[in-house]
Structures are given as structure tokens and as C-alpha cells.
């Protein structure tokens, strides 16, 4: 998304941060709130972007599920 690698598992402390740090560019959200967005959303970058555009966990992982990509779950909650 936005050549980013937003579906990489976060598998160590450096990756980890990279994940704070591309949504906090992707989003503007706070260190602390992209933390905790990313801590919920279990390592997904695409799925913590999804928080912080104010989705709830389950919707979120609805539309990640049907629309295949990041970009698709975006763009399919602008039709609503």
C-alpha cells in the first residue's frame, strides 16, 4: 500500500518499529496509539491502519477479508 510492505510479519523489535513507523506516516497517529493499534492488531499493518481510521477490530477484519489488500478495504468503505 503506498509502496509499503504493510502485510510483512512482525517477527523482531526492528520490524516491529518499522510497522510503528509506517503507520504512523500512513495514519498521523501519535507513537503511543500506533503502538497500541498495532499491539491489537497482532503485528498486521493493514489491519492496524483500519483501527485508526476508527474501525472496529471484527469490521476491520471483515473488509480485509473481502476486499484482499489494504487499498480494496479502503476504497470499499468510501462507497458507504
Known sequence: YDNRMVEVEMTNKKLWER???MLRELTGAGQAEAQQALEQA???V???VLL????GLQEAQRRLGQA???R???EAG???
Do not use: D, F, H, M
Request: hydrophobic letters at 35%; aromatic letters at 0%.
Open 19 to 21: 510497522g510503528v513507523r
Open 42 to 44: 497482532q503485528g498486521r
Open 46 to 48: 493493514s489491519l492496524a
Open 52 to 55: 485508526l481510521k476508527g474501525l
Open 68 to 70: 484482499g489488500s489494504l
Open 72 to 74: 480494496g478495504a479502503l
Open 78 to 80: 468510501r462507497g458507504e
